[in-house]
């Protein structure tokens, strides 16, 4: 009995321990903090996800990273980005995927890679060139304020093009990334409105505006605006409508489609529109 009480009181003590100890455990933050930047260009959602360094009174490049020293773009894991369709980057087409970011930063030039492995982290000397899907060389621009955490976002955005921006202390490296919009969005229109049945007023008036914005078949892109404002007129559509009349160098047809806009606007109580009318008003009275 007593080698038994022995072993119970043997076992209670250990349980007390261990159970110290997993409390003893702190949860504190993370010395480079990770994060997350999404960003959909064109028709594609990019991602990048890295920890963010500070400098902390260090100098960066040229000393604590020295140049030409391959650098993972950022701290602890590697660096990735995820393109969830092909994009071209400085030129160079890039299939859908993940892939690590790294750079060799450079005084007056920087080499930015992409790489199939994304599990090197800093093991850069395990690096295989081969592995490489895109490597090229861009100029690297000084910043007039300090950034003081490493900042990796996308700047310059358009309807299919952005730079991805890595931005710390007084540097900023830009990439240019391409998506493919043209073809999917022109799929699309041939599909649900030219060759579509029981046409939408809504499909009618984005295939009109994808016209307008990309200086596609003025006509035709009036037509389709046209028949979405036939049974359901929006303040916003029968603007697109009077723009499509003035790229038809109709002005009449420009301003009389602008007065209605104005007038369903202010039923909407929508002050914007207003003002975009009557300055557009303005412009084609001068025509």
């Given at each position: 009995m007593r080698r038994r009480g022995t072993i119970f009181t043997f076992v209670i003590a250990l349980a007390i321990f261990c159970s110290q100890q997993v409390m003893a455990q702190?949860?504190?933050p993370a010395a480079s903090s990770p994060a997350t930047v999404t960003q959909r260009v064109g028709l594609t959602d990019i991602t990048v996800k890295y920890s963010r360094p500070s400098l902390k009174g260090r100098k960066m490049f040229g000393e604590t990273l020295p140049y030409g020293q391959p650098w993972r773009?950022?701290?602890?894991?590697?660096?990735?980005?995820e393109f969830k369709d092909p994009v071209t980057l400085q030129g160079t087409p890039v299939p859908a995927g993940e892939y690590a970011i790294y750079t060799i930063p450079g005084e007056t030039e920087w080499t930015v890679i992409f790489n199939k492995n994304t599990k090197l982290g800093g093991n850069t000397k395990d690096y295989k060139k081969e592995e490489d899907v895109a490597r090229f060389k861009v100029k690297p621009l000084k910043t007039p304020t300090?950034?003081?955490t490493l900042t990796i976002n996308?700047?310059?955005v358009t309807p299919s093009t952005a730079?991805?921006?890595?931005?710390w202390e007084n540097t900023s490296v830009k990439v240019k990334i391409i998506a493919e919009v043209e073809s999917k969005v022109m799929a699309q229109i041939q599909e649900q409105?030219?060759?579509?049945?029981?046409?939408?007023p809504d499909l009618y008036a984005a295939a009109a505006v994808y016209y307008l914005d990309t200086n596609k078949d003025p006509k035709l892109a009036l037509e389709w605006i046209k028949k979405a404002n036939e049974k359901d007129p929006k303040f916003w559509n029968m603007h697109t409508q009077a723009k499509l009349h003035a790229k038809n160098k109709d002005y009449k047809g420009a301003i009389a489609s602008a007065e209605k806009s104005i007038a369903l606007a202010k039923e909407a109580k929508n002050d914007d529109y207003v003002r975009m009318n009557e300055k557009a008003i303005a412009e084609w009275k001068k025509m």
């Amino acid at each position: 009995m007593r080698r038994r009480g022995t072993i119970f009181t043997f076992v209670i003590a250990l349980a007390i321990f261990c159970s110290q100890q997993v409390m003893a455990q702190l949860t504190i933050p993370a010395a480079s903090s990770p994060a997350t930047v999404t960003q959909r260009v064109g028709l594609t959602d990019i991602t990048v996800k890295y920890s963010r360094p500070s400098l902390k009174g260090r100098k960066m490049f040229g000393e604590t990273l020295p140049y030409g020293q391959p650098w993972r773009a950022g701290a602890n894991n590697s660096t990735v980005i995820e393109f969830k369709d092909p994009v071209t980057l400085q030129g160079t087409p890039v299939p859908a995927g993940e892939y690590a970011i790294y750079t060799i930063p450079g005084e007056t030039e920087w080499t930015v890679i992409f790489n199939k492995n994304t599990k090197l982290g800093g093991n850069t000397k395990d690096y295989k060139k081969e592995e490489d899907v895109a490597r090229f060389k861009v100029k690297p621009l000084k910043t007039p304020t300090k950034t003081e955490t490493l900042t990796i976002n996308f700047a310059d955005v358009t309807p299919s093009t952005a730079n991805l921006e890595i931005l710390w202390e007084n540097t900023s490296v830009k990439v240019k990334i391409i998506a493919e919009v043209e073809s999917k969005v022109m799929a699309q229109i041939q599909e649900q409105v030219i060759n579509g049945k029981d046409v939408k007023p809504d499909l009618y008036a984005a295939a009109a505006v994808y016209y307008l914005d990309t200086n596609k078949d003025p006509k035709l892109a009036l037509e389709w605006i046209k028949k979405a404002n036939e049974k359901d007129p929006k303040f916003w559509n029968m603007h697109t409508q009077a723009k499509l009349h003035a790229k038809n160098k109709d002005y009449k047809g420009a301003i009389a489609s602008a007065e209605k806009s104005i007038a369903l606007a202010k039923e909407a109580k929508n002050d914007d529109y207003v003002r975009m009318n009557e300055k557009a008003i303005a412009e084609w009275k001068k025509m």
